[in-house]
C-alpha cells in the first residue's frame, strides 16, 4: 500500500512538472524547410520515389507468383557462398583438433619414453647388457 503512494505521488510530481515547464514548448520540430540544401533534396530524390512507383514496387510479386530466373540465381549463388564459407569454417576447426591431437600425442608419447627409460635404468643390474643392445630392430 505504501509503495503504490509513493509511485502515484512521484507520478503527479513528474506530470506537474511536465506541464509547467516551459522548456518542454522549445523541443517541438519546425515545420519550414529553411534547412534543406539542395544536396540533401537530391539525395531524397533518390531514396524516396513517387507513390504511384512505390505502388508497383510492391505489386511487381506477389507472394505466391513465381520467382524470376535472376532471383532465383542470386538465392542460389548466396546459398552456394554459405555453404563454403561453412565449409571452410569446418575444414579449418578439424585442421586445428588434428594438430592439437598429434601435438598430445606426440607429448604423450614422449612422456612414455622418458617413464620407460628411467624405469630400465632404475632396475639395470650391470649383469645383462643394456635395453638398447638387445634390440632386434632398428
Avoid: C
Avoid at 36 to 62: C, H, Q, W, Y
Avoid at 126 to 138: D, Q, T
Amino acid at each position: 500500500m505504501l509503495w503504490t503512494r509513493i509511485i502515484l505521488l512521484s507520478f503527479l510530481a513528474t506530470v506537474l512538472i511536465l506541464a509547467i515547464a516551459r522548456e518542454a514548448g522549445s523541443a517541438a520540430v519546425r515545420d519550414d524547410n529553411t534547412d534543406v540544401k539542395p544536396k540533401n533534396a537530391e539525395k531524397l530524390k533518390r531514396i524516396f520515389m513517387p507513390e504511384s512507383d512505390a505502388s508497383s514496387f510492391f505489386k511487381r510479386r506477389g507472394k505466391r507468383s513465381t520467382k524470376s530466373r535472376d532471383e532465383v540465381n542470386a538465392e542460389h549463388r548466396q546459398r552456394l557462398a554459405a555453404d563454403e564459407r561453412r565449409r571452410e569454417y569446418y575444414e579449418e576447426q578439424r585442421n586445428e583438433y588434428e594438430n592439437f591431437v598429434e601435438e598430445e600425442r606426440d607429448e604423450q608419447y614422449e612422456r612414455t619414453r622418458e617413464k620407460t627409460e628411467q624405469w630400465r635404468e632404475f632396475h639395470y643390474d650391470g649383469l645383462s647388457p643394456s635395453y638398447y643392445y638387445n634390440r632386434h630392430y632398428n
